[in-house]
């Protein structure tokens, strides 16, 4: 390919021809323009990235639906644990008119929990984390302000979400031992 060998325009070239059909695509499956934007840029930066390893492709076409597809699927399975969490707050929200008193102790020590988990995440990991979370920066002002790529952002915020999922199904798993002991 062209752009391999330091043609830009071909890269540009590559982005013309298809990102509209990757967009329109992203646009179906998530129902947000703006999302399916982030996912597409990511597809191409993400294949930039890959400059050297792209000569091995046997199907251009194929391998930037298939990467879409993966930063589509990711997409969703954070959305689907966002809506869940919502869920969950929701129903502590509503439980806590039940019994205000055990639902303030139990969200206390459940926020003292995960402010603890979160200082264990490895430090940038961490800085990424709470910049996203707290600050509620985007990926690319993150990104930006970090000096890293957006892609890089993402795998850290995929990383701690995941460590602290499996931290709080380990506390939770405690918990319910402890009752029923």
């Known amino acids: 390919m062209l752009w391999q060998e330091g043609d830009e325009n071909a890269f540009g070239q590559l982005h013309a021809r298809y990102a509209t059909e990757l967009l329109s695509i992203a646009m179906q499956k ?4 703006e ?8 597809v191409f930066v993400a294949f930039f ?3 050297a390893a792209a000569s091995d492709i046997s ?3 194929a391998y930037l639906y298939t990467m ?11 959305h689907q644990v966002r809506e869940q969490y919502k869920t969950y707050t929701t129903h502590l929200q509503a439980d806590a008119h039940v019994n205000d008193v055990d639902t303030y102790v139990d969200t206390r020590e459940l926020e003292k929990y ?7 995440l490895p ?12 600050e509620e920066l985007s990926n690319k002002e993150i990104a930006h302000q970090l000096n890293i790529s957006e892609n890089t952002v993402e795998q850290h915020m995929r990383k701690a979400l995941r460590l602290l999922r499996h931290a709080l199904q380990v506390a939770h798993r405690s ?5 029923h002991l």
């Open 30 to 33: 998530t129902n947000d323009r």
């Open 49 to 51: 990235h890959y400059k």
């Open 68 to 78: 879409l597809k993966n930063r589509i699927l990711d997409h969703l399975r954070h």
């Open 175 to 179: 918990f319910f031992t402890f009752l």
């Open 114 to 120: 995960l402010r603890e988990e979160i200082l264990k």
């Open 35 to 42: 999302v399916a934007r982030e996912l597409i840029q990511g």
């Open 59 to 61: 199907s251009l076409k």
């Open 123 to 134: 430090p940038q990991c961490r800085q990424v984390f709470r910049l996203r979370r707290e």
